[in-house]
């Protein structure tokens, strides 16, 4: 039996022997391989991109993530930070986790073991064909995704993985897998490392590239963002005096009043010319 990847030996030993910068730079420089590993597979992650948008765009469908541990607990950070960030419903992207919202937290025992529960927990978001589903798992062998990646395209769903190593039961199971092989962990089998960095850089692109596509962004700028807190409110006015040359002032009463750097923008450059 081949040793997975995720599982092979840390090129490193008698890691309590380094001092602190040793170890420092040696984490560094293993977190350098993360982005050319990503860079290796972004023509599968541009075919789930485009597969997303039309799903979401056209037939009206939603995006969900699946996951156990620190793969779970990704895409549940992932698609909880589509609503400020992008002003979308929290019922378009939808992250679960083995062992439901108490696992974010705290591990649960054996939550990760069931190949049936993702399916029970899909289905409780009224999951159907016009959905995309995303397992995500590091080792590609957790029966929690595997099942929920199974049982979706099953039933018609158009479906993705995200793993860290090649040839896996989930990439065999999912249509499109994203197969990112970041090579043994700094600390042998710590996943939430590199691994859990890769995952992160992978949502992070399929996320923001669907929402550009589907229209969120404006330029370069979230102008549908949640003014959830101070911060954001001034980056909201410094976005409408940058794009409108207007003052401080005028923006902040045109935000206080639409509630959306978006909608000032359209009323304001919908006016007549004087």
Same mark, same amino acid.
């Given at each position: 039996?081949n040793?997975?990847t995720?599982e092979?030996? $840390?090129?490193y030993?008698?890691?309590e ?12 420089n ?6 050319e590993a990503?860079e290796?597979?972004i023509?599968?992650?541009?075919k789930?991109?485009?597969r997303v948008?039309?799903q979401i ?12 541990g620190?793969s779970g607990?990704?895409g549940v ?8 960030t992008f002003g979308?419903?929290e019922?378009?992207?939808i992250?679960?986790i ?12 054996n939550a990760?073991d ?5 399916w ?5 978001k009224?999951?159907?064909?016009k959905d ?5 798992a590091? $080792?590609g062998?957790?029966p929690y ?6 049982k979706a ?5 158009f479906?993705?993985c995200i793993?860290n190593n090649a040839? $896996?039961p ?7 897998p994203?197969e990112?092989?970041v ?6 089998? $710590?996943t939430?490392m590199?691994?859990?960095?890769s ?11 669907v929402?550009i ?14 003014l959830?807190?101070k911060?954001l409110?001034?980056?909201?006015e410094l976005m409408?005096m ?5 003052s401080e ?9 639409y509630?959306?750097?978006r909608?000032?923008?359209?009323v304001?450059?919908?006016q007549?010319?004087?």
């Amino acid at each position: 039996m081949n040793k997975k990847t995720t599982e092979q030996a $840390s090129l490193y030993d008698h890691l309590e022997l380094m001092n602190t910068a040793e170890i420092l730079k040696n984490i560094n420089n293993e977190d350098k391989k993360v982005p050319e590993a990503v860079e290796k597979v972004i023509p599968q992650i541009e075919k789930v991109v485009d597969r997303v948008v039309e799903q979401i765009g056209v037939h009206d469908g939603r995006l969900f993530y699946i996951g156990a541990g620190t793969s779970g607990r990704l895409g549940v950070l992932d698609a909880s930070e589509c609503p400020p960030t992008f002003g979308v419903s929290e019922n378009l992207v939808i992250g679960l986790i083995a062992g439901g919202d108490v696992a974010l937290r705290k591990a649960v025992e054996n939550a990760e073991d069931d190949d049936q529960q993702a399916w029970k927990d899909l289905q409780e978001k009224n999951i159907s064909e016009k959905d995309v589903l995303i397992g995500i798992a590091a $080792s590609g062998t957790t029966p929690y995704v595997i099942g929920g990646i199974k049982k979706a395209r099953e039933n018609g769903l158009f479906t993705a993985c995200i793993t860290n190593n090649a040839g $896996s039961p989930l990439s065999e199971a999912a249509e499109v897998p994203i197969e990112v092989v970041v090579g043994p962990e700094f600390v042998t089998g $710590s996943t939430r490392m590199k691994s859990g960095t890769s995952q992160k850089l992978v949502l992070n692109m399929i996320s923001t590239s669907v929402m550009i596509r589907l229209g969120r962004i404006k330029g370069n700028k979230m102008v549908d963002m949640q003014l959830s807190n101070k911060k954001l409110v001034g980056r909201g006015e410094l976005m409408l005096m940058e794009e409108l040359h207007i003052s401080e002032h005028l923006a902040r009463t045109l935000l206080q009043e639409y509630k959306s750097v978006r909608k000032v923008l359209e009323v304001f450059k919908n006016q007549p010319e004087k």
